[in-house]
């Protein structure tokens, strides 16, 4: 059997009332969409209205925030008495966006403002205080954070002592001591009344923009979408009012850098959803923090000038495609840093590029199924500077606060971490993240979750039911695109696609239903579908190609149901397909080590019994047997004794006794006659050419040799052979070596040449060959 990647998590679902029954009836929403909605919480004709049809009427009341109307009133007042306001941001899509919004905002008012988006190399995250310095110094008379500032201390200090008030707008978690600003507005401040914590930043700079301007500037709602789809929080509640009406001014709207973007990524404005914007649009904008100075995406999202417009968003996408090649290039060399028998990850080297390493960890994380952790070194090698990324299962940061000491900076949470330290100090992280995972006996081998909405068979992936799935849009956190089970099904005109042939793509059977089925970055799985029951979890999507629709599963994970026997005879290339963690190489003669490489776990074939043990004592689920046994049934006890569903059957053959034979009479003939005439024969170094002279291929040649030696014909001392004079006469068939030879033919006629399904059949059943 295949284990699923993941660990699948049937969602619990509820019987619908027949109250909300009727509610879809009249709504014509099919009963297994209502059940999804059911599921989300949607359960009543209010909710579902807000949630299929949002309105303006769905947004709070800004002034529910803390402080909203003392800051509403410290702006104006700056407005009016003309000060100089300074909008200080952040470096990601949700700071850019913020930044325009909140500037945007001022402006409309009147407002004399600029704005300052720090650089994280230089600048670091949150108000940077020598930065606050030099505004203030050169006129700033109002700090308006964006997008950051609940933990600018030391920056807010140093203004409010310099008589500059600050004005946090910030939806990160909020310190147990809050910075001393002018006005906090946090849609989770505790003396707030807000009731939906989980804006974005660029959403609590809406609110702001909202009680500003007086009314709802719904003009700034495609800012908002971008920023709160980018920065992956709730697509719920408020937030998905915003991404709803937001996407669909995106569609229509004018805004000329917006558009020129959207044009040099190859989108199609009238079809923008919340997919192009988190794969699309939200990364170009974070490449530009990632890289360097995100001034850019500010100027890009507030200008009127289609020449300007069309230049910035170039250099955007000159950007992104540099970032897209330095993560390829980190990834690939972190790769080769790994042990993939360890338990957690942590690579670092010198010269890798700060602004990515997230992604990196994010990749060999989702590739492992463990933690990660990627760091830079610096120039001098004294310090290491980088991100962490974990599985569900371990909080790291809970994980690595108990060390917090070994680090110069470190921040995060239960999924994600980021830290400087000396370097030094990095065995320590990796020996404080095995240790918590033993003390608090975590199974790291589980994988991590994958909620499974529900069960379909393959008849009810309909066009139909596909397309109303779309009513659950704008998917995101908390309103996750649905996962669908698919069980008792088989797989077939399974073939791998793409370039690298990465990819898979194959039919989906269950009775007389067939489904279309992609799987991406599973190319190297395509000999685990070919037997056996599937069970595949995806989500479904509607292909279009040349004006035909069709139904497609868009494979997430999937297992494989009974035995499996992979067949690699002839194929040392297919090596690398075989999993490196719980697997034992089987060998039956000493000289076939040389065939397996070191790090593979190898074990030269004793006893029954010893090989049992090691299988049971290592937990070993799945055997590969590198060379042909003595004896067949030995294959079929270990597999059957040591409870092994899954085998590699290489079974290589040095001497290839089926295909060489066991020689004619007339090559015996023609062999004793050479023999008879010299009066000895070096065997082992002029072997080859005794071969070519006799026509005779050379291990064929061998085995005729050791007959003769075996039948007293000749003797062999030191490699040189030499005729015995008047030896008894023997038929061929008297040697041992000859019989060993009969039975090794069939052996391996058998194992080498049987066809899979055979011999599947017969290794984990009691037939004997």
Known sequence: MKKAKYTWRLRESAELPAEFSEILKNEAINPLVGQLLWDRNIQNQESLEAFLRPTLENLYDPYLMHDMEK????????????????????????????????????????GEVSFFLPNRFIHGYGPNLEVFKEKIESGTQLIITVDNGVAGHEALKYASDAGVDVIVTDHHELPSELPPAYALIHPKHPEGHYPFGDLAGVGVAFKVATALLGEVPVEFLDLVAIGTIADLVSLTDENRAFVKIGLSIIQTGERIGLDMLIQLAELKKEAINEESIGFTIGPRLNALGRLGDADPGVILMTTFDEEEAAEIAAYINQQNEERK??????????????????PVHLVAKKGWHEGVLGIVAGRIMQNTGKPAIVLSINEEE????????????????????????????????????????????????????????????????????????????????????????????????????????????????IRQIGADKNHLKFELKQADAILDAIAFQMGDQAVELEQGAVKVAGQLSINEWNGNKKPQLMVNDFSVDGVQLFDLRGKNGLQKEIPPTNTLYVYFEADSQKLLDESQQQYLF????????????????????????????????????????????????????????????????????????????????????????????????????????????????????????????????????????????????????????????????????
């Open 382 to 493: 004294t310090a290491a500077k980088g991100s962490g990324r974990s599985v569900s299962a371990l909080n790291l940061y809970d994980a690595l606060s108990e060390i917090r000491e070994v680090f110069t900076h470190f921040g995060g949470h239960h999924m994600a971490a980021g830290m400087t330290l000396p370097v030094e100090n990095l065995s320590k992280v990796k020996e404080q993240l095995v240790h918590y995972i033993e003390k608090n006996q975590l199974d790291l081998t589980r994988g991590q979750e994958l909620l499974i909405d529900e069960k379909l068979d393959v008849e009810q992936a309909t066009i139909p039911f596909i397309q109303q799935l779309k009513i659950l849009a704008p998917f995101g956190t908390d309103n996750p695109v649905p996962n669908f089970l698919f069980e008792q099904a088989t797989a077939q005109q």
């Open 325 to 342: 090649e330095i993560v390829a290039a980190i990834t690939s060399e972190a790769f080769e840093l790994i042990d993939p028998q360890e």
């Open 606 to 769: 004793t006893t029954l019994e010893e090989c049992i043990a090691r299988i049971q004592g290592e937990q070993i689920e799945q055997l590969v047997f590198v060379d042909c046994p003595p004896e067949p049934q030995l294959l079929q006890e270990i597999v059957q004794k040591g409870q092994i569903e899954r085998v590699y059957l290489m079974v290589i053959s040095k001497e290839e006794a089926y295909l060489n034979g066991t020689g004619t009479r007339e090559q015996y003939a023609q062999l004793y006659k050479f023999i008879r005439q010299q009066d000895q024969v070096d065997v082992r170094y002029k072997l080859a050419v005794v071969a070519k002279h006799l026509k005779i291929q050379e291990k064929l040649l061998i085995f005729m040799i050791q007959v003769f030696f075996d039948l007293g014909f000749v003797t062999i001392e030191n490699g040189i052979l030499r005729k015995v004079e008047n030896p008894e006469n023997h038929p061929l068939t008297e040697s041992q070596v000859y019989q060993t030879r009969l039975k090794r033919i069939k052996i391996e006629e058998f194992l080498l040449y049987s066809d899979r399904e055979t011999i599947q059949q017969w290794l984990w059943n009691k037939e004997e060959v």
């Open 71 to 110: 800051a509403v009133t410290r702006i104006q007042e700056a407005v009016a008495n003309g000060e100089q306001i300074l909008v200080y941001g952040d470096y990601d899509a949700d700071g850019i966006t913020s930044t325009t919004v909140m500037k945007e905002a001022i402006e409309l008012i009147g």
